[in-house]
Each structure stands twice: as structure tokens, then as C-alpha cells.
């Protein structure tokens, strides 16, 4: 999983995933009560599913895109995609919150260390996986990693370690599957967004809740 510039090589999700593993912190609590939150979870489910549709070219090139608001060309992305145009779809730029606090908190992100970069770059920061992590545990909630099914529920984010510290990232979904009876995953793993049923298929390094910029922590 590589973002790959026309000359020098620039990595999306390679990296010592376990290095910048979020731990669990105090739930998020919200200026809106529970009841909101919970809608805000079913949207971004639907969001994620209404993804499926949509024909994508699995793409890790390295591309300048406009600031805020910018993506990569619609036919074409990875996983970290997906979840960035979930949350586009209910009005939240993934690319303008992550930026800004990468701006203000550049030394608590992996960029300087993983890919020797001395600012950060609103063109790719938001689309690495290890970037959204650190990002979700500081401006989310960071939930336990279990390998209890019911502990993971429609509207929330997983990543994963796909081997060799190759992250992953995807949004469970309110449908189940019929064989396992677990709720599904959207994710793109290299043939376009699906919802198949993944959860435990590779060794899983972080589980969040990110309701937007509206949200504060404790």
C-alpha cells in the first residue's frame, strides 16, 4: 500500500503499525446528547455502505489535490478513501481537521519519523492509515481492541496490521453477515469499496469513534 509519485516513491500505509497504536482512552462525549450521536453512527454506516456502489480503481499514486475540500480523481483511491468520502458525506473534511491539528501537533504524528517529512503536506496526510489513527485517538474515542464481535458496532472505524506493519483502515457497517452473524466492514482493500465480512481477518490495531469537529473530549 503505496502512494506512488512519478519519481521518488512516497509510502501511505507501510509502517510499524504497533509504534502508533492508539490506547483506550475516556469516551468522547459530545455538545449533542447520546440520541445524536447515535444517528450520527447509522449516517456514517449508510454513508459507508452507499460507497459500495461506486466503481474505484485501487490507486496508491501520490497526487496534489485543492485544500480543504480537495480528493483524489472519484474513480480512484485506497482504504484510507473510503472512510475520508464517508465522512464527506455528512460534511466533515477528514482533510481540514487532520491538517490542522497536524499543524499545531505536528511532533504527535508518525509523518516526521515514518516518512522524514519536516511539515506536514495537506495532499496525503490525511489518507495515511497511521496518520488517521494518532488523529481518531486525539479527536475521537479510542476503544478497546477485543476479539469479541458485539464489542464493535455499525458507524465506528477499525484498523488492522495486514502483515509485515501493511495498515488497513475500514467503517463497520448495520448489516450482518448470514454465515457469521458478525455486523460487515466496508473497506477498499485493492478491487474498489465492499462490504464483506472481515473484521477478524487480520490482527486489528485500532478501534475508534469520530463524530466531527463538534465533538470534544473529556
Known amino acids: ?3 506512488r509519485a512519478r519519481t521518488t516513491p512516497v509510502v501511505l500505509c507501510l509502517s510499524i503499525v504497533s509504534m502508533f497504536t492508539a490506547r483506550p482512552c475516556s469516551p468522547q462525549t459530545s455538545r449533542v446528547g447520546p440520541s445524536n450521536q447515535q444517528a450520527f453512527l447509522e449516517k456514517l454506516s449508510a454513508a459507508a455502505i452507499e460507497r459500495t456502489h461506486h466503481a474505484v ?3 496508491p499514486q501520490y497526487v496534489r489535490i485543492p485544500y480543504p475540500g480537495g480528493d483524489v480523481p472519484a474513480g480512484t483511491g485506497v482504504c484510507s ?10 460534511g466533515i473534511d477528514l482533510q481540514k ?17 515514518r ?8 495532499n496525503i496526510d490525511h489518507r495515511r492509515v497511521p496518520n488517521l489513527m494518532v488523529f481518531f485517538s486525539r479527536k475521537g474515542s ?4 477485543t476479539t469479541r464481535a458485539e464489542d464493535y458496532q455499525p458507524g465506528e472505524l477499525v484498523t ?15 448489516r450482518k453477515s448470514a454465515a457469521s452473524g458478525r455486523y460487515m466492514v466496508v473497506h477498499n482493500i485493492g478491487a474498489g469499496p465492499k462490504m464483506e465480512d472481515v473484521l477478524f481477518s487480520w490482527k486489528i490495531t485500532g478501534h475508534y469513534r469520530y463524530f466531527g469537529p463538534a465533538q470534544r473530549q473529556n
Open 1 to 3: 500500500m503505496v502512494f
Open 57 to 59: 480503481r485501487y490507486d
Open 142 to 145: 479510542s476503544l478497546p481492541t
Open 160 to 174: 488492522w496490521d495486514l502483515g509485515g506493519g501493511v495498515p488497513h483502515i475500514g467503517i463497520v457497517v448495520d
Open 115 to 122: 516518512w522524514l517529512l519536516a511539515h506536514p503536506d495537506s
Open 97 to 113: 481537521e487532520v491538517h490542522e491539528d497536524m499543524v499545531a501537533n505536528f511532533s504527535a504524528y508518525p509523518n516526521q519519523r
Open 81 to 90: 478513501d473510503e472512510v475520508i468520502r464517508a465522512y464527506r458525506a455528512l
